[in-house]
Structures are given as C-alpha cells and as structure tokens.
C-alpha cells in the first residue's frame, strides 16, 4: 500500500507557473506508475499527465500538452507536475495517483489516490 500527500497548489495569475508535488509513503515508489488528474469545479475528474515507474516515458492530455510537464525522483518518493502558461481552466482540484500496472489514462488504473490540492488560476 501506498499513501500520496500533494502540496504546492494555490492562487496563481494566467500565464504564471506552479508546480505541484506528490510525496508517497509505504511500500516502494518506483513500483508505481504515477499520474496527475484533475477536477473542475462541476465537471468530472480528468486525466492530465501519467509517468511510468522509472520516468522514461510520460503521456499527457492534449489540454496540457506542452504546458505541463511530468516528472518523478524515485530517491525522494516524490512526483511532480511542472505546470506553466496557466489558463483560468486550468482552475481545479489536482489529485496524484500511483498504479502497480502501466501508465493510463483512465481513473479505474490507479488504485491509491491522494487527497488533492487546489489550484485557482486568476485572468
């Protein structure tokens, strides 16, 4: 088992940058693919990025691809979501999440799941 915590959200003005963390406890992080999703306030939860377990491959939703990037250190427990030109629909819940099976885009692939962190973006 596997216990995420994300940090780094906030208040952040479009065209700005945050990025956002995910420090796992528990059994072996690079056992895990890692991915990012995200909420909007009235919608449903969306894919946004996803790393495989030794971070040589990543995969991003179209919406971000090109803005956001990806990435793990697997000596730290720790993924990250480096999140530039920031639009106001980028306004959102972001939850990490860790997968014993490959990298996917859907919710159903990823069995731990953290508690989230907000993110305004302001226009």
């Known amino acids: 088992q596997v216990q995420l915590v994300e940090s780094g959200g906030g208040l952040v003005q479009a065209g700005g940058s945050l990025r956002l963390s995910c420090a796992a406890s528990?059994?072996?992080?690079?056992?895990?693919?890692m991915a990012w999703f995200r909420q909007a306030p009235g919608k449903e939860r969306e894919f946004v990025a996803a790393?495989?377990?030794?971070?040589?491959?990543?995969y991003y939703a179209d919406s971000v691809k090109g803005r956001f990037t990806i990435s793990r250190d697997n000596a730290r427990n720790t993924v990250y979501l480096q999140r530039n030109s920031l639009k106001p629909e980028d306004t959102a819940d972001y939850y990490c999440?860790?997968?014993?099976?490959?990298?996917?885009?859907?919710?159903?692939?990823?069995?731990?799941w953290g508690q989230g962190t907000q993110v305004t973006v302001s226009s």
């Open positions: 528990g059994r072996a992080f690079s056992a895990y693919a």
């Open positions: 790393i495989t377990r030794s971070g040589t491959m990543t």
């Open positions: 999440a860790a997968s014993n099976g490959f990298p996917e885009m859907a919710e159903l692939g990823y069995k731990y």
